[in-house]
């Protein structure tokens, strides 16, 4: 019935001579433009045979993306001691060349020093002397084995600030927790534990995830923590033909609209100074010498405030142990740290609880001897807020 009643309507409308509108044009997604690092671990924590099939894994990566300078460049550094850069970004341009220069990387050995190869990977993903390209997303791809010899936690989160998206390939027993935090959000989407032996099984999803994580997209949001977002958008202008009006107000008080002007080659815009747990109406309107664009609007909203423990409760105290809980508990804590040591200035020691959990029971104390207990929360987002106090432990029985 639907065919005939088209047949029809085609039948009247030539007969009234009517012109038939032309199909219109086939509609595409945008192709992917970045640059796309990726940091593999080649320290002695990781054997030969598990480097060489990580290299494998990562060149049928890039052997089967569009490279090219106006779609996506990559390059490659290396963990150990002292990171190496093996080629950069605008070196190879094709995806066969890009291939050949990952399987000839020879492994550094040494520790695993992953965030002095952060911070040099935020040098090669920022500045054009490595082929890194200004307005063009920027993608890191982490292979590891889930540990580092340094401080990683806070290097990775000053890229994610920037706008990097991080996927995290673990193809070992690395801490869930760790490498959640790390990656890009949400962690279901960026993080991999895999068998080194089956890599190969995640090459066309991971391939697809990072091309879409290269698409022009309309404007978002990213990083959004309990008093700050930074917002992102396609390069819809350029220096010399407009510029943007970026307006964000709580969608409970639009009287107290903010906003920026931004020059016509900005695509992000960190903004802080929010108040916690609240929904945000973000506007973007470009104004363009050339054309009409139209406004973008986002609805936003920022975390839970992140707060420390503000009460720890001591109890069941016994001559080699006590009890310790704490409140409040946020939704947003990833874990909680609690490091405690007999004073004055005795060896401390650390126990991890889950962010489900309040409470935990220290023993092995020494008996009748003063403790400082500290509980840390530790958030998504790195930070730590901390309440200490002090515990006492009974007198020994005779």
């Known amino acids: 019935m639907i065919v005939w009643a088209a047949l029809g309507l085609l039948c009247l409308q030539l007969a009234l001579g009517q012109s038939i509108p032309e199909p219109g044009p086939a509609t595409h997604p945008p192709a992917a433009q970045g640059d796309l690092l990726f940091l593999l671990d080649s320290s002695a924590s990781v054997s030969y045979y598990e480097f060489s099939r990580v290299k494998e894994f990562v060149g049928q990566l890039v052997q ?54 952060l911070d040099l990977a935020k040098e090669q993903l920022l500045t054009s002397k ?41 193809t070992g027993r690395g801490n869930f927790l760790d490498l959640s935090a790390a990656a890009s959000q949400p962690p279901e989407k960026h993080l991999r534990f ?29 990083e959004v923590t309990s008093h700050s977002f930074r917002l992102v958008w396609p390069p819809l202008l350029s220096g010399d033909s407009g510029y943007y009006l970026l307006e964000v107000a709580p969608s409970a008080d639009p009287g107290a609209k903010q906003s920026r002007h931004l020059l016509g080659n900005e695509t992000s815009w960190f903004w802080d100074g929010l108040e916690p747990s609240t929904t945000y109406k973000v506007v973007l309107v470009p104004e363009s010498n050339l054309h009409y664009l139209a406004p973008q609007t986002i609805q936003v909203t920022t975390l839970e405030e992140e707060i420390s423990p503000s009460r720890i409760l001591i109890s069941h105290s016994k001559p080699r142990s ?61 930070r730590e807020k901390a309440l200490s106090a002090k515990a006492c432990t009974q007198e020994g029985l005779c």
């Open 64 to 117: 089967s993306l569009p490279l090219g300078s106006g779609a996506v460049q990559t390059s490659m550094v290396l963990v150990g001691s002292k990171p190496s850069v093996e080629f950069p970004f605008d070196q190879h341009r094709s995806g066969a060349a890009a291939q050949e220069a990952v399987r000839a990387a020879k492994q550094l050995m040494g520790d695993t020093n992953t965030g002095l190869a």
């Open 322 to 382: 006590f009890h310790v809980s704490w409140a409040p508990t946020p939704a947003s804590v990833l874990r909680y740290e609690v490091l405690y040591g007999p004073l004055p200035g005795g060896e401390a020691r650390l126990v991890e609880v889950p962010a489900t959990e309040n409470s935990t029971t220290l023993d092995n104390l020494s008996p009748n001897t003063t403790y400082l207990v500290t509980v840390a929360a530790i958030y998504s987002s790195g």
């Open 194 to 222: 895999v068998d080194v032996d089956d890599l190969q099984i995640i090459v066309p999803e991971l391939r697809g995830s990072i091309l879409e994580a290269m698409r022009p997209q309309e404007l978002h949001a990213a």
């Open 130 to 170: 490595a082929g890194a390209r200004p307005g063009v997303r920027k993608v890191l791809v982490w292979v590891t084995d889930g540990g580092s010899s340094d401080e990683a936690q806070v290097p990775m989160q000053a890229l994610k600030d920037m706008g990097v998206t991080v996927f995290i390939v673990s």
